[in-house]
Every structure is written in structure tokens, then in C-alpha cells.
């Protein structure tokens, strides 16, 4: 029995998606947007491919070759048949091999010789063990104080950050190349009183460092972290909170909303709904963030202007080729009159515009409109949005047409062949009132949506559901996730936010994030210290806004989960009393802030919230307001990358 939740307020302004796989077969050509026609080719396996892979070449590099579409059948689950079985000998996702990179155990590292192997980025330990100095150790960064040591060897050329951030007392961490105590060459050090000693420095391939960290002065436990340098870059300064940003799978391309930037509709301005005065439009825009170029993207084909009124809610393909997203334009495709939100598709490649939320004989809807989240195929070829139009689709037999479509219901456009196909329905095919679109697979096949306060996910060719906001006790618990992008790729790994208890030791009363295994039926709690310890909200701001202020998102590759949350205990050393962005990997169990500063140092200023997520978190997008300490005021889209090791 479904429970009747309403579904928070907040889901009208916070959208974005992305839906994308690892491994594509190529580029989907689309068979028919629209009603016209396109040329496109057939693989071995049946698959549409385009005539060009310039595209994709240009994405992936000249290397990238089409594998061809396996054509075994598919092993289904038992008991859950909407979900393809692993093959034999498979991982199982991100919970193979998960070794921890958290450390919450004293490590028996006091000595040279018994230095602790780090063995993989991000890492972080925490020792309350007392330590001594051995004769013959460095002092180069530190004179006195006991020491513990670590030791790493990249496996590539890489920028490397030290620090002991959230310690309890005086610290010290110095770098050393070399074999033995008595031969180690000094790479850098710093120390620093309050216990935050930060080093970044070039490691070399095969090289092996070791780490001396040194408690200078006082007691207490002392916190040890080394991950890849990363980089936080401004995009761009955006019009407030409710702008959107989300970045491509390959973690290329940022698509996000702004107001007009490239281009302006003469004598036609939008009216600015968060201004008295007319105001350009809020236009749809990508920024490759290899080049810095900056393309319009809510445009009519081969326009050079963009649309007559506003657009929002953005979702992009993994190589950044196709975009799709709502607007209330009327000049974006021909005979375009009934003055309603619609959902299209943007190729970027070809320069065309198409509009998606129509019948499946290509008519406009007249009634009702698209809104909230929007999400799109790994190909472009399916668009899974929402509308309460009464036309998109024919009514089940037996159901009066304004009973059915009372409300918002999500719906999937194929480009390929022009059908829409209503798909939040339950199991006897009957609309779920007030749907919402929650992340949609790279094959799109299966799409999460959110109705009556819970989240699920449906086969919706199969005409098969499953609920993804579960608790451990294997009962449905109230769920939300209004970001859009709260799918994997393989449709296996699904996030929902909950304040009620899902897993056994959940006893913080908060709103969590949790990781739905759609395979081993298996819920996760991811908004969790590295050592798995749960979190509580800020002391200053717990009260007034919770712990968790707006949804998560899932990477493609169903691997790692960004959320934004003002908890302190996520990680150490987290003390602005800010809405921060953090990343749970779920197969090495650790917690990452990635909202820090360029340097990784935290923000001390404003909010960063609405997270996007790459695959391996390459690269992580989220709108920041007064993130820097230049900035006195104002909201901005960051980026931060990390390299690949």
C-alpha cells in the first residue's frame, strides 16, 4: 500500500538531470523527431547510428570505436524481473572489491618501517595513539613531536594534497622522497598551530612518498588526508537560487540556465519573474569546459537568437550532443501556439530544435503544460518529462479523462518513432496523481519518478514497478528526490532522501540520502561520516533549515552520490557553518566536501547547494552563493574537477 505523502514544495524549482553509461555502443541517430524524417544508419544489432561520429570522436577521441549491441538475452531476476541480472563472475557494482580509504581504527604506523600504505585517493585516517620520534628521523618540517607516517606511490604523473584538517592539536606534515630513513630528500612540509597543516606538491609516476606527520603540540587525535589537487573554477555568475546547472557524463560540458548571454530577441524581452521590470529571457546555454567556448542552446534551428520567453529545467547526454529542456518560447519550432510549457530536444550537432511533449501523431498539446524535472537517454533518442496535458496520451478504459489526468504525470517521447507513452502509472496501469520525473537509464528504458511521496522505478515497456524508498525492515517509507538525476545509468542504482528510518541504525530523526540497489534489494545510507558514523545538522542552522537542504544525484555510473548538507560531522575539519557539497563513493565508503576552494580550503561565506555529478566525480557542478571570499554577495555556477589517476 502506497502512503500519501505530499510532495515537498521545493521540487518546482530544483531540477536538472543526467542519465549516461560507461560503456555506449555509439551514438543513437534519431530515427524520426517530430514527424521528420532523418537519415540514419542500422548497426549489426538493429541499433540506430548516424551517418557521422564526428561527434563522438570529438568527445571521446579519435580512438573511440563502436562496439557492437550484444543481442543475448537479457537474465531477470526473480522477484524483480524489471531489473537485468549481473552476469556470472560480474562485480556487483560499486559494492565490489570496497576497500576503506577511511581509517577509523588506530594504525600501528609510529615507526619509518611500519608506515601505512595508502592504497587509493581519496583517504583520510584518524589516531588518538600516542607517538614518538625514532632516531635518525627528518626534522626539516619539525623539530619535535611525535610522528606517525604514510606512504604512497601514484600510478601517473599527479598534483598531490596533504593535510592534517581537522586535528585536535598543533601539526606538522612534511613529504619525503627516498628508500630508507636515512636517505629520504625532503619534497615539502608545513606545519600549523590549529592543527590544519596543508601541503600540495607534483608527485612522479612510480615514485614512492613518504608522509611524517608530526603532532607538534597539545593531545588529542590527529587527522591525516591525501587526495588527487583538484580545481574549483567559476562558470559563470548566475540570477539566484533557482538557477540550474548539470554537467555531461564525460564531464565536458555544463549545461545550464541564465539569463540572456549570447543572444537577444529585438523587441520581444521577457518579463523577469523575479523582477518588477522587463528583463532578458532565461535562456539554456552549454559551456565546454575544455575550451571555455559558449553555445546557446534553447534556440530555433540554426537561429541566432533565442527563445521569446523563458526556459528552464536542463538535461544533457554523456557526450554533451544532445540537450533537452523545457520552454515557454513559441519561436523555437514552427506553429508553436499553444502558449504552454513544452519539452525539447536540442541537437547540437545538426543545430536543431524539436519539441518532444506532443502526441504520438506529432499534434500540440493545448491543455495543461510541461514542468519540473526532465531527463534524457544516453542516444537523445527517448526524453522522459512531465505535463498535466489530457492529450498526450489516451485514457485507460473504464477512467473518466479529468479523473485520470487530473494532474502532473510523467511521460516518455521516442524520437525515433514518435510515440509518447505514459509511464507513471502503477502496476495495474492507472495513473499516479502528481508525478514527477526522478532520473531516467542511459537506455531508457526504465524511468524513476516520484508520486505521493514516494519513489519508483518503472520498466515501463515491461509495464513493471518497483519501489526504491524502502527501509531495511523491507517496508516502503516516505521517499522524495527532485532532482532528476537520481538514477543510474543501468537503471540498477536509484537515491531517495528520507527523514524516516531506513537503515537499522538511523536514529538521527534527519533527512538522509539513501542508495536503493534495485539487485540485491539493498538500502544504503550515504550522507555519512567516512567511517560510517551518521550526521546531524549544524548547531546554527539545524533548526531553521534541517540537515539536508535540496535532493542528491547519482553518477552515471552508479558510483557516487553528491548531496549538499550542513552537517559538521561529514568530514573533519568542516567548521564554516555552511550548506556544503559533498560525494560518497560507495565503493570505498568515504565522504569528500568538494565545495572547497580552489586551494581546498573551505568556503566561509555563503550556501552551496544542487549538486551534479560526472562519472568517477571527475567533475562535480554546484551553484555556490558568496562561495569565495571576494565575493561579498552574489550566486555563482562552480566546477570542481579532479584528474584522473
Known amino acids: 500500500m502506497r502512503a500519501t505523502v505530499a510532495v515537498g514544495t521545493a521540487v518546482a524549482v530544483l531540477t536538472a538531470t543526467v542519465s549516461v553509461a560507461t560503456r555506449l555502443p555509439g551514438l543513437a541517430g ?9 537519415d540514419y544508419a542500422r548497426g549489426p544489432a538493429g541499433e540506430y547510428f548516424p551517418l557521422t561520429d564526428s561527434f563522438v570522436q570529438d568527445a571521446l577521441g579519435p580512438s573511440f570505436v563502436r562496439a557492437p549491441v550484444s543481442t543475448a538475452p537479457i537474465a531477470l531476476r526473480p522477484g524483480n524481473p524489471s531489473v537485468p541480472r549481473p552476469p556470472a563472475g560480474a ?33 583520510t585516517s584518524r589516531s588518538s595513539e600516542p607517538s614518538d620520534r625514532q632516531p635518525g628521523e627528518p626534522t626539516s618540517c619539525a623539530s619535535s613531536g611525535g610522528t606517525t607516517w604514510f606512504r604512497f606511490t601514484p600510478p601517473a604523473d599527479v598534483a598531490l594534497t596533504a593535510t592534517t584538517a581537522g586535528s585536535d592539536l598543533s601539526t606538522a606534515v612534511g613529504v619525503f622522497t627516498g628508500t630508507t630513513l636515512t636517505t629520504l630528500r625532503p619534497v615539502s612540509c608545513n606545519s600549523d598551530a590549529t592543527g590544519d597543516a596543508t601541503t600540495t606538491f607534483s608527485a612522479r609516476r612510480g615514485t614512492t612518498y613518504w608522509f611524517q606527520v608530526t603532532r607538534t603540540l597539545g593531545s588529542g587525535a590527529v587527522v591525516f588526508s591525501l587526495d588527487l589537487r583538484g580545481t574549483t573554477n567559476l562558470i559563470r555568475e548566475v540570477d539566484g537560487f533557482d538557477d540550474q546547472a548539470t554537467v555531461s557524463g564525460n564531464g565536458r560540458y555544463v549545461v545550464y540556465r ?16 523575479r523582477s518588477s521590470s522587463n528583463a532578458a529571457c532565461q535562456q539554456i546555454y552549454v559551456r565546454d569546459l575544455r575550451t571555455g567556448a559558449t553555445e546557446l542552446i534553447s534556440s530555433p534551428d540554426g537561429g541566432e537568437t533565442g527563445g521569446d520567453e523563458n526556459s528552464g529545467s536542463i538535461a544533457i547526454t554523456p557526450d554533451g550532443r544532445f540537450v533537452a529542456f523545457y520552454s515557454l518560447s513559441s519561436n523555437l519550432v514552427p506553429e508553436d501556439f499553444n502558449g504552454r510549457w513544452d519539452a525539447f530536444i536540442r541537437d547540437r550537432a545538426t543545430g536543431r530544435t524539436t519539441r518532444v511533449s506532443v502526441t ?43 479523473k485520470v489526468y487530473c494532474c502532473r504525470e510523467v511521460f516518455v517521447h521516442d524520437t525515433a518513432t514518435g510515440q509518447t507513452q505514459l509511464v507513471s502509472t502503477d502496476e495495474e496501469g492507472n495513473p499516479d496523481p502528481d ?10 528504458q526504465r524511468v524513476a519518478f516520484v508520486a505521493q ?61 539513501f542508495v536503493r540497489d534495485l539487485v540485491s534489494d539493498r538500502t544504503t545510507r550515504v550522507s555519512v561520516y567516512s567511517s560510517g558514523a551518521e550526521s546531524h545538522p549544524s548547531a546554527e542552522l539545524g533548526t531553521a533549515f534541517g540537515t539536508t537542504l535540496v535532493s542528491a544525484a ?17 568530514v ?62 552574489g550566486v555563482g555556477l562552480y566546477a570542481r574537477q579532479r584528474p584522473d589517476l
Not at 541564465?258 to 529585438?266: G, H, I, M, S
Open 91 to 123: 562485480s556487483d557494482g560499486p559494492h565490489a572489491v570496497p576497500p576503506r580509504d577511511e581509517v577509523s581504527a588506530d594504525l600501528r604506523n609510529d615507526d619509518f618501517a611500519s608506515a601505512y600504505a595508502v592504497r587509493g585517493l581519496p583517504y
Open 360 to 402: 504520438s501523431e506529432g499534434d500540440e498539446t493545448k491543455s495543461g503544460g510541461a514542468a519540473g524535472p526532465i531527463a534524457i537517454s544516453a542516444d537523445g533518442r527517448f526524453v522522459a518529462f512531465e505535463s498535466s496535458a489530457k492529450e498526450l496520451v489516451e485514457p485507460p478504459p473504464g477512467n473518466a479523462l479529468d
Open 453 to 513: 511521496g514516494q519513489v519508483y522505478v518503472s520498466d515501463w515497456k515491461r509495464r513493471r514497478l518497483e519501489t526504491v524508498s524502502v527501509a531495511y525492515t523491507g517496508f516502503d517509507v516516505s521517499g522524495t528526490c527532485p532532482s532528476g538525476q537520481c538514477l543510474s545509468a543501468d537503471g540498477r542504482y536509484a537515491v531517495f532522501q528520507s527523514a524516516e528510518r531506513a537503515v537499522v541504525d538511523d536514529t538521527n530523526g534527519e533527512v538522509d540520502v
Open 554 to 570: 547519482i553518477s552515471p555510473d552508479g558510483r557516487h552520490v553528491a548531496f549538499s548538507s550542513n552537517a559538521p560531522d561529514l
Open 435 to 444: 508525478s514527477y520525473v526522478a532520473g531516467l537509464s542511459a537506455d531508457g
Open 572 to 633: 573533519a575539519g568542516d567548521s564554516n557553518n555552511r550548506f556544503d557539497i559533498f560525494v560518497h563513493d560507495l565503493r570505498r565508503r568515504t565522504t569528500s566536501r568538494v565545495s572547497v576552494l580552489d586551494d581546498g580550503s573551505q568556503s566561509r561565506n555563503g550556501t552551496s547547494y544542487q549538486a551534479s555529478v560526472s562519472d568517477q566525480a571527475r567533475t562535480v557542478v554546484f551553484t555556490a552563493e558568496a562561495f569565495t571570499t571576494q565575493e561579498a554577495s
Open 258 to 273: 541564465a539569463e540572456d548571454e549570447l543572444a537577444t530577441v529585438a523587441g520581444n524581452p521577457c518579463v523577469n519573474p
Open 30 to 38: 534519431l530515427g524520426r523527431l517530430g514527424g521528420t524524417a532523418l
